[in-house]
Structure formats: C-alpha cells, structure tokens
C-alpha cells in the first residue's frame, strides 16, 4: 500500500493564480514527520518543509503556505500567486519514527505555471 | 560546505558493464542513502546506512551493491548493468540518532544513468 499519495499527477495554472497540491499519508506510527521537497526543471531536489506529528499548526513562509490535518491525514501545500519560477515537480515524504531509516516518497504533482 | 555531491552527473553504459557511482558528504551526517527516481514512481530506496560500516538494504537493492567505509562516502555499486538500471540516482543524507533517521534529508545533485 501506498503509504504516501499524491493523487494530482498534473497541475497547470495561470501565473498569479493560487494552487494546492494535495498529499494523503498513510501511517500507524504516532510519531512521524512530513516533508515537501521540490525538483526544478534542472533536476535537483530542494527541501522545503518538515514537519513533526505533534505540530499541527499551519506554517507560512512567503507565498508557500501549509495545511497539517492529522484527522484527514493531510498534508498540504499551498502556493499563492504561483510564479512561472513555481513550475517544478514537487514531491511530499514521510518518515516513521519507529521505521526511521526510510523516507517513503509520494510519486510526485507536475506544477506548470504559465505565464 | 559543498554539501552533497556526486559523480559523475552522466553515464552511458553497455548491457552487463560495471561502474561506481560516487557520493561524499562534508556535513558529517551519519545517515546516507541511495534513491533511484523513475517517471512516475516517484524515488524508491536502494540502499542506505546509518554510520560507517552499516548497510542495510532497501525497497530496490537487487543488482547494487554499497558499502561505507567513512562516514563520509557513500558509494553505489552496479555489477551487471541493466536496462531496467536506466535511472537517475540519489545520494542524501542526514543526521541519525542511533540507527534511525527521521531528520531532513539532503540530496546531491543526481546522476543519469542510461545502459544501453
């Protein structure tokens, strides 16, 4: 099963316009952390959040925005007045505390923000 | 810090050649790890290592082989290359306590990977 679901394999926006990527995880662990990481067009991977299980504040940073639901086991991530810089595949992780030597990997949402 | 870095970005290889991906660290992370990312798979995990001379393997180990013999290089072993081996390779690491790791990973910048 998967234990992290992206289910937004393609988004396309109009530059300015906000966009949410979704991420459902899937855990038994009461103890875990989620991240976002994003791959530009030139192929790296870009941390850019992380968050623990017991934090479920929502966290803005800029334009980036994320929503922590532990009652729909939710991670979202929220980009306002997306820019053409936005277009990237972004990937949402989690890591297990007691399973803590692997990071399980959405399959990943394409973003493409035209201008 | 140059953080993590890997060599080489590119390679070809033929059916059934070897080679060795490299992967070094200067954040003194005694977690590393190796991902395969493939179209729409997302990155699976090859093989990672919580300390120097620990391995353990991964969702896709077959046909890899690592080792870590400093806390610093991590590298990645094919014996037999592939086809299926086509893929781009990533090296993270991050700070452990004990034999887990839940901190942030970081990732070097890949390697292609195209057998032919």
Same mark, same amino acid.
């Given at each position: 099963?998967?234990?992290?679901?992206?289910?937004?394999?393609?988004?396309?926006?109009?530059?300015?316009?906000?966009?949410?990527?979704?991420?459902?995880?899937?855990?038994?662990?009461?103890?875990?952390?989620?991240?976002?990481?994003?791959?530009?067009?030139?192929?790296?991977?870009?941390?850019?959040?992380?968050?623990?299980?017991?934090?479920?504040?929502?966290?803005?940073?800029?334009?980036?925005?994320?929503?922590?639901?532990?009652?729909?086991?939710?991670?979202?991530?929220?980009?306002?007045?997306?820019?053409?810089?936005?277009?990237?595949?972004?990937?949402?992780?989690?890591?297990?505390?007691?399973?803590?030597?692997?990071?399980?990997?959405?399959?990943?949402?394409?973003?493409?923000?035209?201008? | 810090?140059a953080g993590v870095t890997q060599t080489p970005k590119f390679q070809?290889l033929?059916?059934?050649q070897s080679m060795t991906l490299q992967c070094a660290q200067d954040m003194?992370h005694?977690?590393m790890s190796w991902y395969r990312?493939?179209?729409?798979?997302?990155?699976?995990?090859i093989h %990672?290592s919580? +300390?120097a001379?620990?391995t #353990?393997?991964?969702?896709?180990?077959?046909?890899y082989n690592v080792s870590r013999s400093t806390t610093e290089d991590f590298p990645l072993r094919l014996l037999?290359a592939?086809?299926?081996q086509?893929s781009v390779y990533f090296c993270a690491s991050? %700070?452990?306590? +004990?034999?887990?790791?839940? #901190?942030?990973?970081y990732f070097g910048p890949g390697t292609r990977l195209?057998?032919?």
């Amino acid at each position: 099963a998967q234990k992290v679901t992206q289910a937004q394999t393609e988004i396309s926006v109009v530059e300015k316009e906000d966009v949410t990527l979704d991420c459902v995880y899937e855990t038994r662990d009461t103890t875990y952390y989620l991240f976002w990481y994003k791959q530009p067009p030139s192929g790296e991977l870009v941390f850019l959040i992380r968050r623990n299980s017991f934090d479920e504040q929502n966290e803005i940073s800029g334009r980036y925005s994320w929503n922590f639901q532990k009652s729909t086991s939710s991670f979202n991530f929220t980009i306002t007045a997306s820019q053409v810089v936005d277009s990237a595949v972004y990937f949402c992780a989690l890591s297990e505390r007691n399973t803590g030597n692997q990071f399980y990997f959405g399959t990943g949402t394409s973003l493409t923000v035209i201008p | 810090n140059a953080g993590v870095t890997q060599t080489p970005k590119f390679q070809v290889l033929k059916t059934g050649q070897s080679m060795t991906l490299q992967c070094a660290q200067d954040m003194n992370h005694e977690y590393m790890s190796w991902y395969r990312q493939d179209p729409g798979m997302g990155l699976r995990l090859i093989h %990672y290592s919580v +300390g120097a001379g620990i391995t #353990d393997q991964g969702e896709v180990p077959n046909g890899y082989n690592v080792s870590r013999s400093t806390t610093e290089d991590f590298p990645l072993r094919l014996l037999s290359a592939a086809p299926s081996q086509t893929s781009v390779y990533f090296c993270a690491s991050s %700070y452990s306590s +004990g034999t887990t790791s839940t #901190d942030t990973q970081y990732f070097g910048p890949g390697t292609r990977l195209t057998v032919l």
